[in-house]
């Protein structure tokens, strides 16, 4: 029987077999629905053995996934997804392998938490000049971490029956033109390239199909994050369509951008697919866990500070 280090080590050393990875994750220290520990346990029954709990500018549940992992055999990663504003639109950036104690890390992500709670409070009051009331309450239910976001609005206003479920709530209430709507200045992609580092992470271009972006900007972007020290992208998305995995992988090539695979899971009632059910890498792509046997053991020596 191996341990998970050891099945590291057998797979890419490839005589043993494929793991299974899911890089992009949330709990209910940000938008997700699970405890960290029972996202822990889904994963560890859908059969994955390396997981990253990336909640949007947090790493407040990654202690408690990282103990419920060792407990399941399941590898946890640390990670974060951070805001970013990128010529003027919005960009999320992942942080894997991070070490979660690092000062330079944590108050980037804290001004972020504090960025997100004065966009809470701005929504709550546009809202309420549109004649919605008590949404900054409402959404503080259903927040129980420290990074209040959009998901946690759009849960109270499917609640009180302003909309028939997320997604519609978004469509009428939250996304840019929209009355709940309030833009935000995130961290530069420089700064967030440079906490991720600093923390000794891999800095990956999140879900790059939902940006809209032209293939010309799109260059620019990949040019821009490599030269800031950026090292992949997310090839396979739970919210990609089979088109955009392939694109992507042929923006990652084309980069030279190591490739991530992440079902960006919140809940067990989304709509797009979940972990244990996405497709695996593309060929000729060098995956952003190539070197992880190495990693793995750095992440559990980090686990064993937790005592
Ligand atoms: P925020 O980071 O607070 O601006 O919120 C962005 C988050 O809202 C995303 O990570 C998704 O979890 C969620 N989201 C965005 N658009 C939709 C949608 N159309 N339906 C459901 N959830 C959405
Ligand atoms: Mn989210
Ligand atoms: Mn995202
Ligand atoms: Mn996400």
Request: glycine fraction near 12%; hydrophobic fraction near 40%; include cysteine.
């Amino acid at each position: 029987m191996f341990t998970t280090i050891e099945k590291v080590y057998h797979d890419q050393e490839g005589h043993g077999s494929a793991l299974r990875y899911d890089l992009h994750m949330h709990s209910l220290a940000s938008d997700g629905v699970l405890e960290p520990r029972a996202l822990v346990e889904r994963v560890a029954e859908a059969g994955i053995d390396v997981m990253a709990l990336t909640d949007h500018d947090t790493t407040d549940g990654v202690e408690e996934a990282i103990k419920a992992g060792s407990e399941h055999g399941i590898r946890v990663i640390p990670g974060a997804e951070i805001s970013v504003s990128w010529m003027g639109g919005l960009l999320h950036i992942l942080a894997l392998d991070i070490d979660i104690y690092d000062p330079t890390l944590k108050q980037g992500l804290e001004l972020q938490r504090a960025r997100r709670e004065e966009r809470a409070v701005a929504i709550g009051a546009r809202l309420a000049t549109a004649g919605v009331e008590g949404c900054l309450e409402g959404a503080r239910t259903f927040s129980s971490g420290p990074s209040i976001g959009r998901s946690h609005f759009a849960a109270d206003l499917v609640e009180r029956g302003f909309a028939k479920d997320k997604a519609a709530a978004f469509r009428k209430y939250l996304r840019p033109g929209k009355p709940g709507y309030v833009s935000c200045q995130w961290a530069s992609l420089a700064e967030t390239v440079n906490w991720i580092k600093s923390a000794g992470g891999r800095a990956v271009i999140a879900h790059p199909a939902r940006y809209s972006l032209t293939m010309t900007k799109m260059g620019w972007l990949c040019e821009e994050f490599k030269a800031l020290g950026g090292d992949g992208i997310e090839v396979v998305s739970g919210t990609h369509s089979a088109h955009d995995n392939t694109m992507a992988a042929g923006i990652a090539r084309r980069f030279d951008l190591l490739a991530s695979k992440g079902s960006d899971f919140h809940d067990p009632r989304q709509t797009w697919l979940s972990f244990g059910s996405l497709p695996p890498l593309p060929e000729n792509l060098t995956p952003v866990w190539h070197d992880w046997g190495h990693a793995a053991m750095a992440t559990g020596r980090r686990a064993g500070r937790l005592g």
